[in-house]
DNA sequence: CTAATTTATTTTAAGCTTAAAATAATTGCT
DNA sequence: AGCAATTATTTTAAGCTTAAAATAAATTAG
């Protein structure tokens, strides 16, 4: 690539350049603009419109795809948040009327969380919104830089699980 | 596209088939799955290795880009954040020693803020593991996928602003 | 020059978020 | 059965985050 004027073998050059990763970091902060931007307008939208918080919201689209309710743990896995702070959010949304606590039949330290029937309707009109603004947000994307993009960050995905998962071990 | 036996005019179709953004939907949920778990990684190595957490990191690297220093306002804006919020941040990184706040010369109202020396080595320190860690994150992609991504990202990051902007006027 | 507006920042109140410790119930082992 | 380990959840302490209101200084308009 960079002919100099110095000539370097392979090996010194390798000690003298380590590799440098700031192409990864750029692509990182882009993925992060991304994200912030997008998110930011949801959340503000969601305030604006339907006075809901994004945490709210994300609980709830996840009680709408189980009928039979979820426990605080799968809430918990499924959304990628601590145990502690589902444990404030429900207790939040059950104050305001979206959601129930029934004690668990077969295991008393566990709690099931399901959609009371306006929590769910409620639920539903906002989510149909929601889908018309992310639409709009990649708007000028073509159907082939949307799947182009799924597959590459379906990539990305599994490299940072092999990346964190890997070293676990 | 789909020709179907019951023959359905043009307009009738756009009635009873409302187009759905499923896809667009799935597409921003993956991209939102690869931020929490590449941002929840990179939380917690630089909350073991280094006790700091990632507002703060950032903080810094937006510093380190600006020996002058820079102002809240200028802070706000890079960062995407409230300006509420850098107050307490600042603060924070004031008491620990890492950055600096000085009067500004020209504005009373505004302060300027700026790395310490040790601010500065810490955070290079840490910037260089850091930068690792994106690397290893991503490290299945090839050249290729990342240019790729990055050319994907930066045409949702503009048609993300256009919608964000576009509403507003 | 004065009044109105804008800009820079802080404060406040509320909610989100986490890690770590504590409780309590269940499961597995012998 | 009885003890150890695991699992489900809550509590606590600290920090992050925002929107909205307040304060104060600078700029603009007349």
């Known amino acids: 690539m960079d002919d100099q004027a110095i000539p370097l073998d392979a090996e010194t050059k390798a000690v003298e350049m380590p590799e440098d990763h700031r192409e990864e970091l750029r692509l990182w902060l882009r993925i992060l603009t991304c ?4 998110e930011g307008e949801v959340r503000r939208r969601l ?10 919201f994300d ?3 996840q009680l709408d795809k189980a009928p039979d309710g979820m426990t605080l743990s799968d809430l918990s896995k499924r959304m990628m948040v601590s145990n502690g702070n589902l444990t404030g959010l429900v207790d939040r949304l059950v104050a305001s009327g979206h959601i ?6 077969t295991d008393r330290r566990a709690s099931v969380i399901s959609l009371t029937e306006s929590g769910r309707a ?15 947000l990649f ?3 073509t159907e082939k ?7 590459l960050l379906g990539k990305t995905k599994l490299s940072a699980r092999r990346a964190i998962q890997g070293e676990g071990q």
Chains 1, 2 share one sequence.
């Open 47 to 56: 305030r604006e419109q339907f006075d809901v918080t994004l945490p709210r």
């Open 100 to 105: 129930v606590r029934t004690a668990s039949p």
């Open 145 to 151: 830089d949307r799947g182009e993009l799924m597959r």
């Open 139 to 141: 708007g000028d994307l």
């Open 35 to 38: 994200t912030t931007l997008i």
């Open 59 to 61: 609980l709830m689209a």
């Open 122 to 136: 409620e639920f539903r009109t906002m989510a149909a919104e929601h889908e018309h603004w992310i639409a709009e």
